[in-house]
């Protein structure tokens, strides 16, 4: 059976979109007397390269880099277009200190393409032809030139017809379209963070000048004034929704079922209006404040299938790498490891009951079931329970180590059609890391791998080496 579609946001901080790159082509006026219409030539191979590469990104081509004006102006407008990276072309060699400056204060992701028109040198070639395909030199030199000035950036050298390099590519520019949601995220905090928690306390201020999520505040009372506030039709439309996309537990009253709803709700409009795309709720804080009457474990799930990052107990840097997940691979999902199965060489999976159901098995339906829940203190919260979907996986943590210094931990192994767990009221599956769990867990320990994380489906190790790459932060696979 195929799983439900969630609801469209409204939310641009949650909408996704293809990344959208700069291409920027590199030369000089040195050879303009030497071949007439060489700017113009070249010029047709920079947009033959975008054309190639139009299934991996939106491209916007900028005229011949021929000069220190040109290319300032070209990465000044790549800017104010909001675009997600650049992708540097050299179309001739091109001396490197007439880009450097520019490329030393760009504020997006970059990548050097090391490609040339021609895939072979042939004895048909002239000097013409040795021209066209000079880029290699003038490679290196700009690569040294951003090496030298502490710029991070990926590089891609290949035929740039062929099926491999727009891989790259496209792996480059999922990375460098993540980086960049990034660094314009919120992240919404309702109420504070699990006390002695320590794997996801983090400088606010480091994290906001490395990687670039904000975090922002908002006050319980602010969700239960929204709540009372929505309007009745809103209600039972996602009431209606639910019943068409869930298998519905018979027990669930209205009461429960409205409130739940109210709660997803009045948290959405919230992250909305404060432009957050990824946010994180703590059971105490909210059963502490005395006016609500269950935690919010559905409204997780489901806003985590509309694209929110999301994370238990107030930890943002969880819920900043769920977003990313999102952006990066699609379908992040919030989860934790349980328990070691040794004859199986997998962990148990789950969180309280928070999971992202778009990661869920396609042969089971999703059940939203009535479930107690000692924790927080409340009444029993509606929560979506599902097996994850056996098949290739990976998990990501983000690590704070002090100051700007962050690193990611990665793990890739395979989600395994392990045997039901009927009393685990909560999304679950097993995982089985490649490295085996005895490998695996020794190396992410010693790594400080966090107990929070992100799980994607498919292995993506190397969509998240190039985006440390790209962010500048340690890169650490298990």
Known sequence: MPLPTPPASDNPAVRAHRPR?????????????????????????????????SDVAEWTVAPPVRGREDAERALRS????GLDGVLVV????????????????????????????????????????????????GAQDTANAMVRAGV???????????????????????????VSALRRLRVGVFGY???????ARVDESALLRK??????????????????DLPEQAVRDLLSWEDGAFDVDTRL?????????????????????????????????????????????????????????????????????????????????????YAMDFPSDSILMSHMGEGNWRMAREDEPVRLIKRPLGIGGLDDPPTLVFRYRPGPATLASLVSLGGE????VVAEGEVLDSPELPALEMPYGQFRPASGVRGCMDAWLRAGGTHHMVMNSGHIAQDWRVLCELAGIEYVPV
């Open 193 to 199: 963070p699990m006390n002695g928690m320590g794997d």
């Open 152 to 178: 991070d950036f990926d590089v891609i050298t290949g035929e740039w017809q062929s099926p491999d390099f727009a891989e790259r590519v496209d792996r480059w520019a999922r990375a460098a379209h993540t």
């Open 405 to 408: 210094r962050f690193r990611l």
């Open 21 to 53: 790159i700069g291409l920027l082509g590199i030369m000089q006026p040195l050879y303009d007397d030497m071949i007439p219409g060489i700017t113009e030539h070249q010029a047709a191979y920079a947009g033959r390269v975008a054309e190639r590469l």
């Open 253 to 337: 009253s209205e009461e429960e079922r409205e409130d739940h709803v109210r709660m997803q709700l009045g948290i959405e409009r919230l992250l909305e209006e404060s432009e957050c795309g990824a946010y994180s709720t703590h059971f105490d804080a909210i059963g502490e404040d005395g006016r609500f009457a269950r935690l919010p474990m559905a409204a997780a799930s489901t806003l985590m299938a509309q694209g929110y990052g999301f994370a238990g107990e107030g930890d943002v840097l969880a819920a900043s790498v769920v977003y990313a997940g999102h952006r990066l691979a699609g379908d992040g999902h919030f989860t934790e490891m």
């Open 78 to 81: 790549f800017e104010a277009e």
């Open 211 to 228: 990687l670039g999520p904000e975090v922002h505040v908002i006050a319980p009372g602010a969700l239960h004034r929204t709540m009372a």
């Open 90 to 137: 050299m179309l001739t060699y091109g001396p490197s200190l007439r880009v450097t400056r520019a490329l030393s204060g760009l504020r997006l992701p970059v990548a050097l393409a090391n490609i040339q028109p021609d895939p072979a040198v042939s004895a048909a070639w002239d000097m013409d032809d040795m021209t066209y395909n000079q880029g290699i030199h």
